[in-house]
């Protein structure tokens, strides 16, 4: 399996995110510096993040994402914040914007 690398960018007013296949990530990062663009490593996220960061981009409340992974509110506030710490993302709206809402 090839290791992939998640690129966000913006275009214009809208945030566009991409995973492509890549044989050397480092290099990639490498070459988009060289090309001006901020480049952040963000931390992998968990499966059940995952889960949750979907279900987020569908504007779902943390309520309904509970009932749906069968899991408390305060487990899916958790993972919430984990995901935005992991991304950098400083607001609900901004994460899904991110994730393709």
Not at 28 to 35: G, T
Not at 64 to 71: D, K, P, S, T
């Amino acid at each position: 399996m090839s290791p992939t690398m998640e690129i966000t960018y913006r275009d214009g007013s809208r945030v566009m995110r991409v995973v492509v296949p890549v044989s050397s990530p480092s290099a990639v990062e490498s070459q988009l510096r060289a090309l001006g663009a901020q480049v952040t490593r963000t931390a992998a996220l968990s499966e059940r993040e995952q889960e949750v960061a979907h279900l987020v981009r569908r504007g779902w409340t943390n309520r309904r994402i509970a009932v749906e992974l069968g899991i408390s509110e305060g487990t899916v506030k958790r993972h919430v914040s984990n995901i935005m710490d992991k991304g950098g993302y400083e607001s609900r709206t901004q994460l899904a914007l991110a994730l393709g809402a």
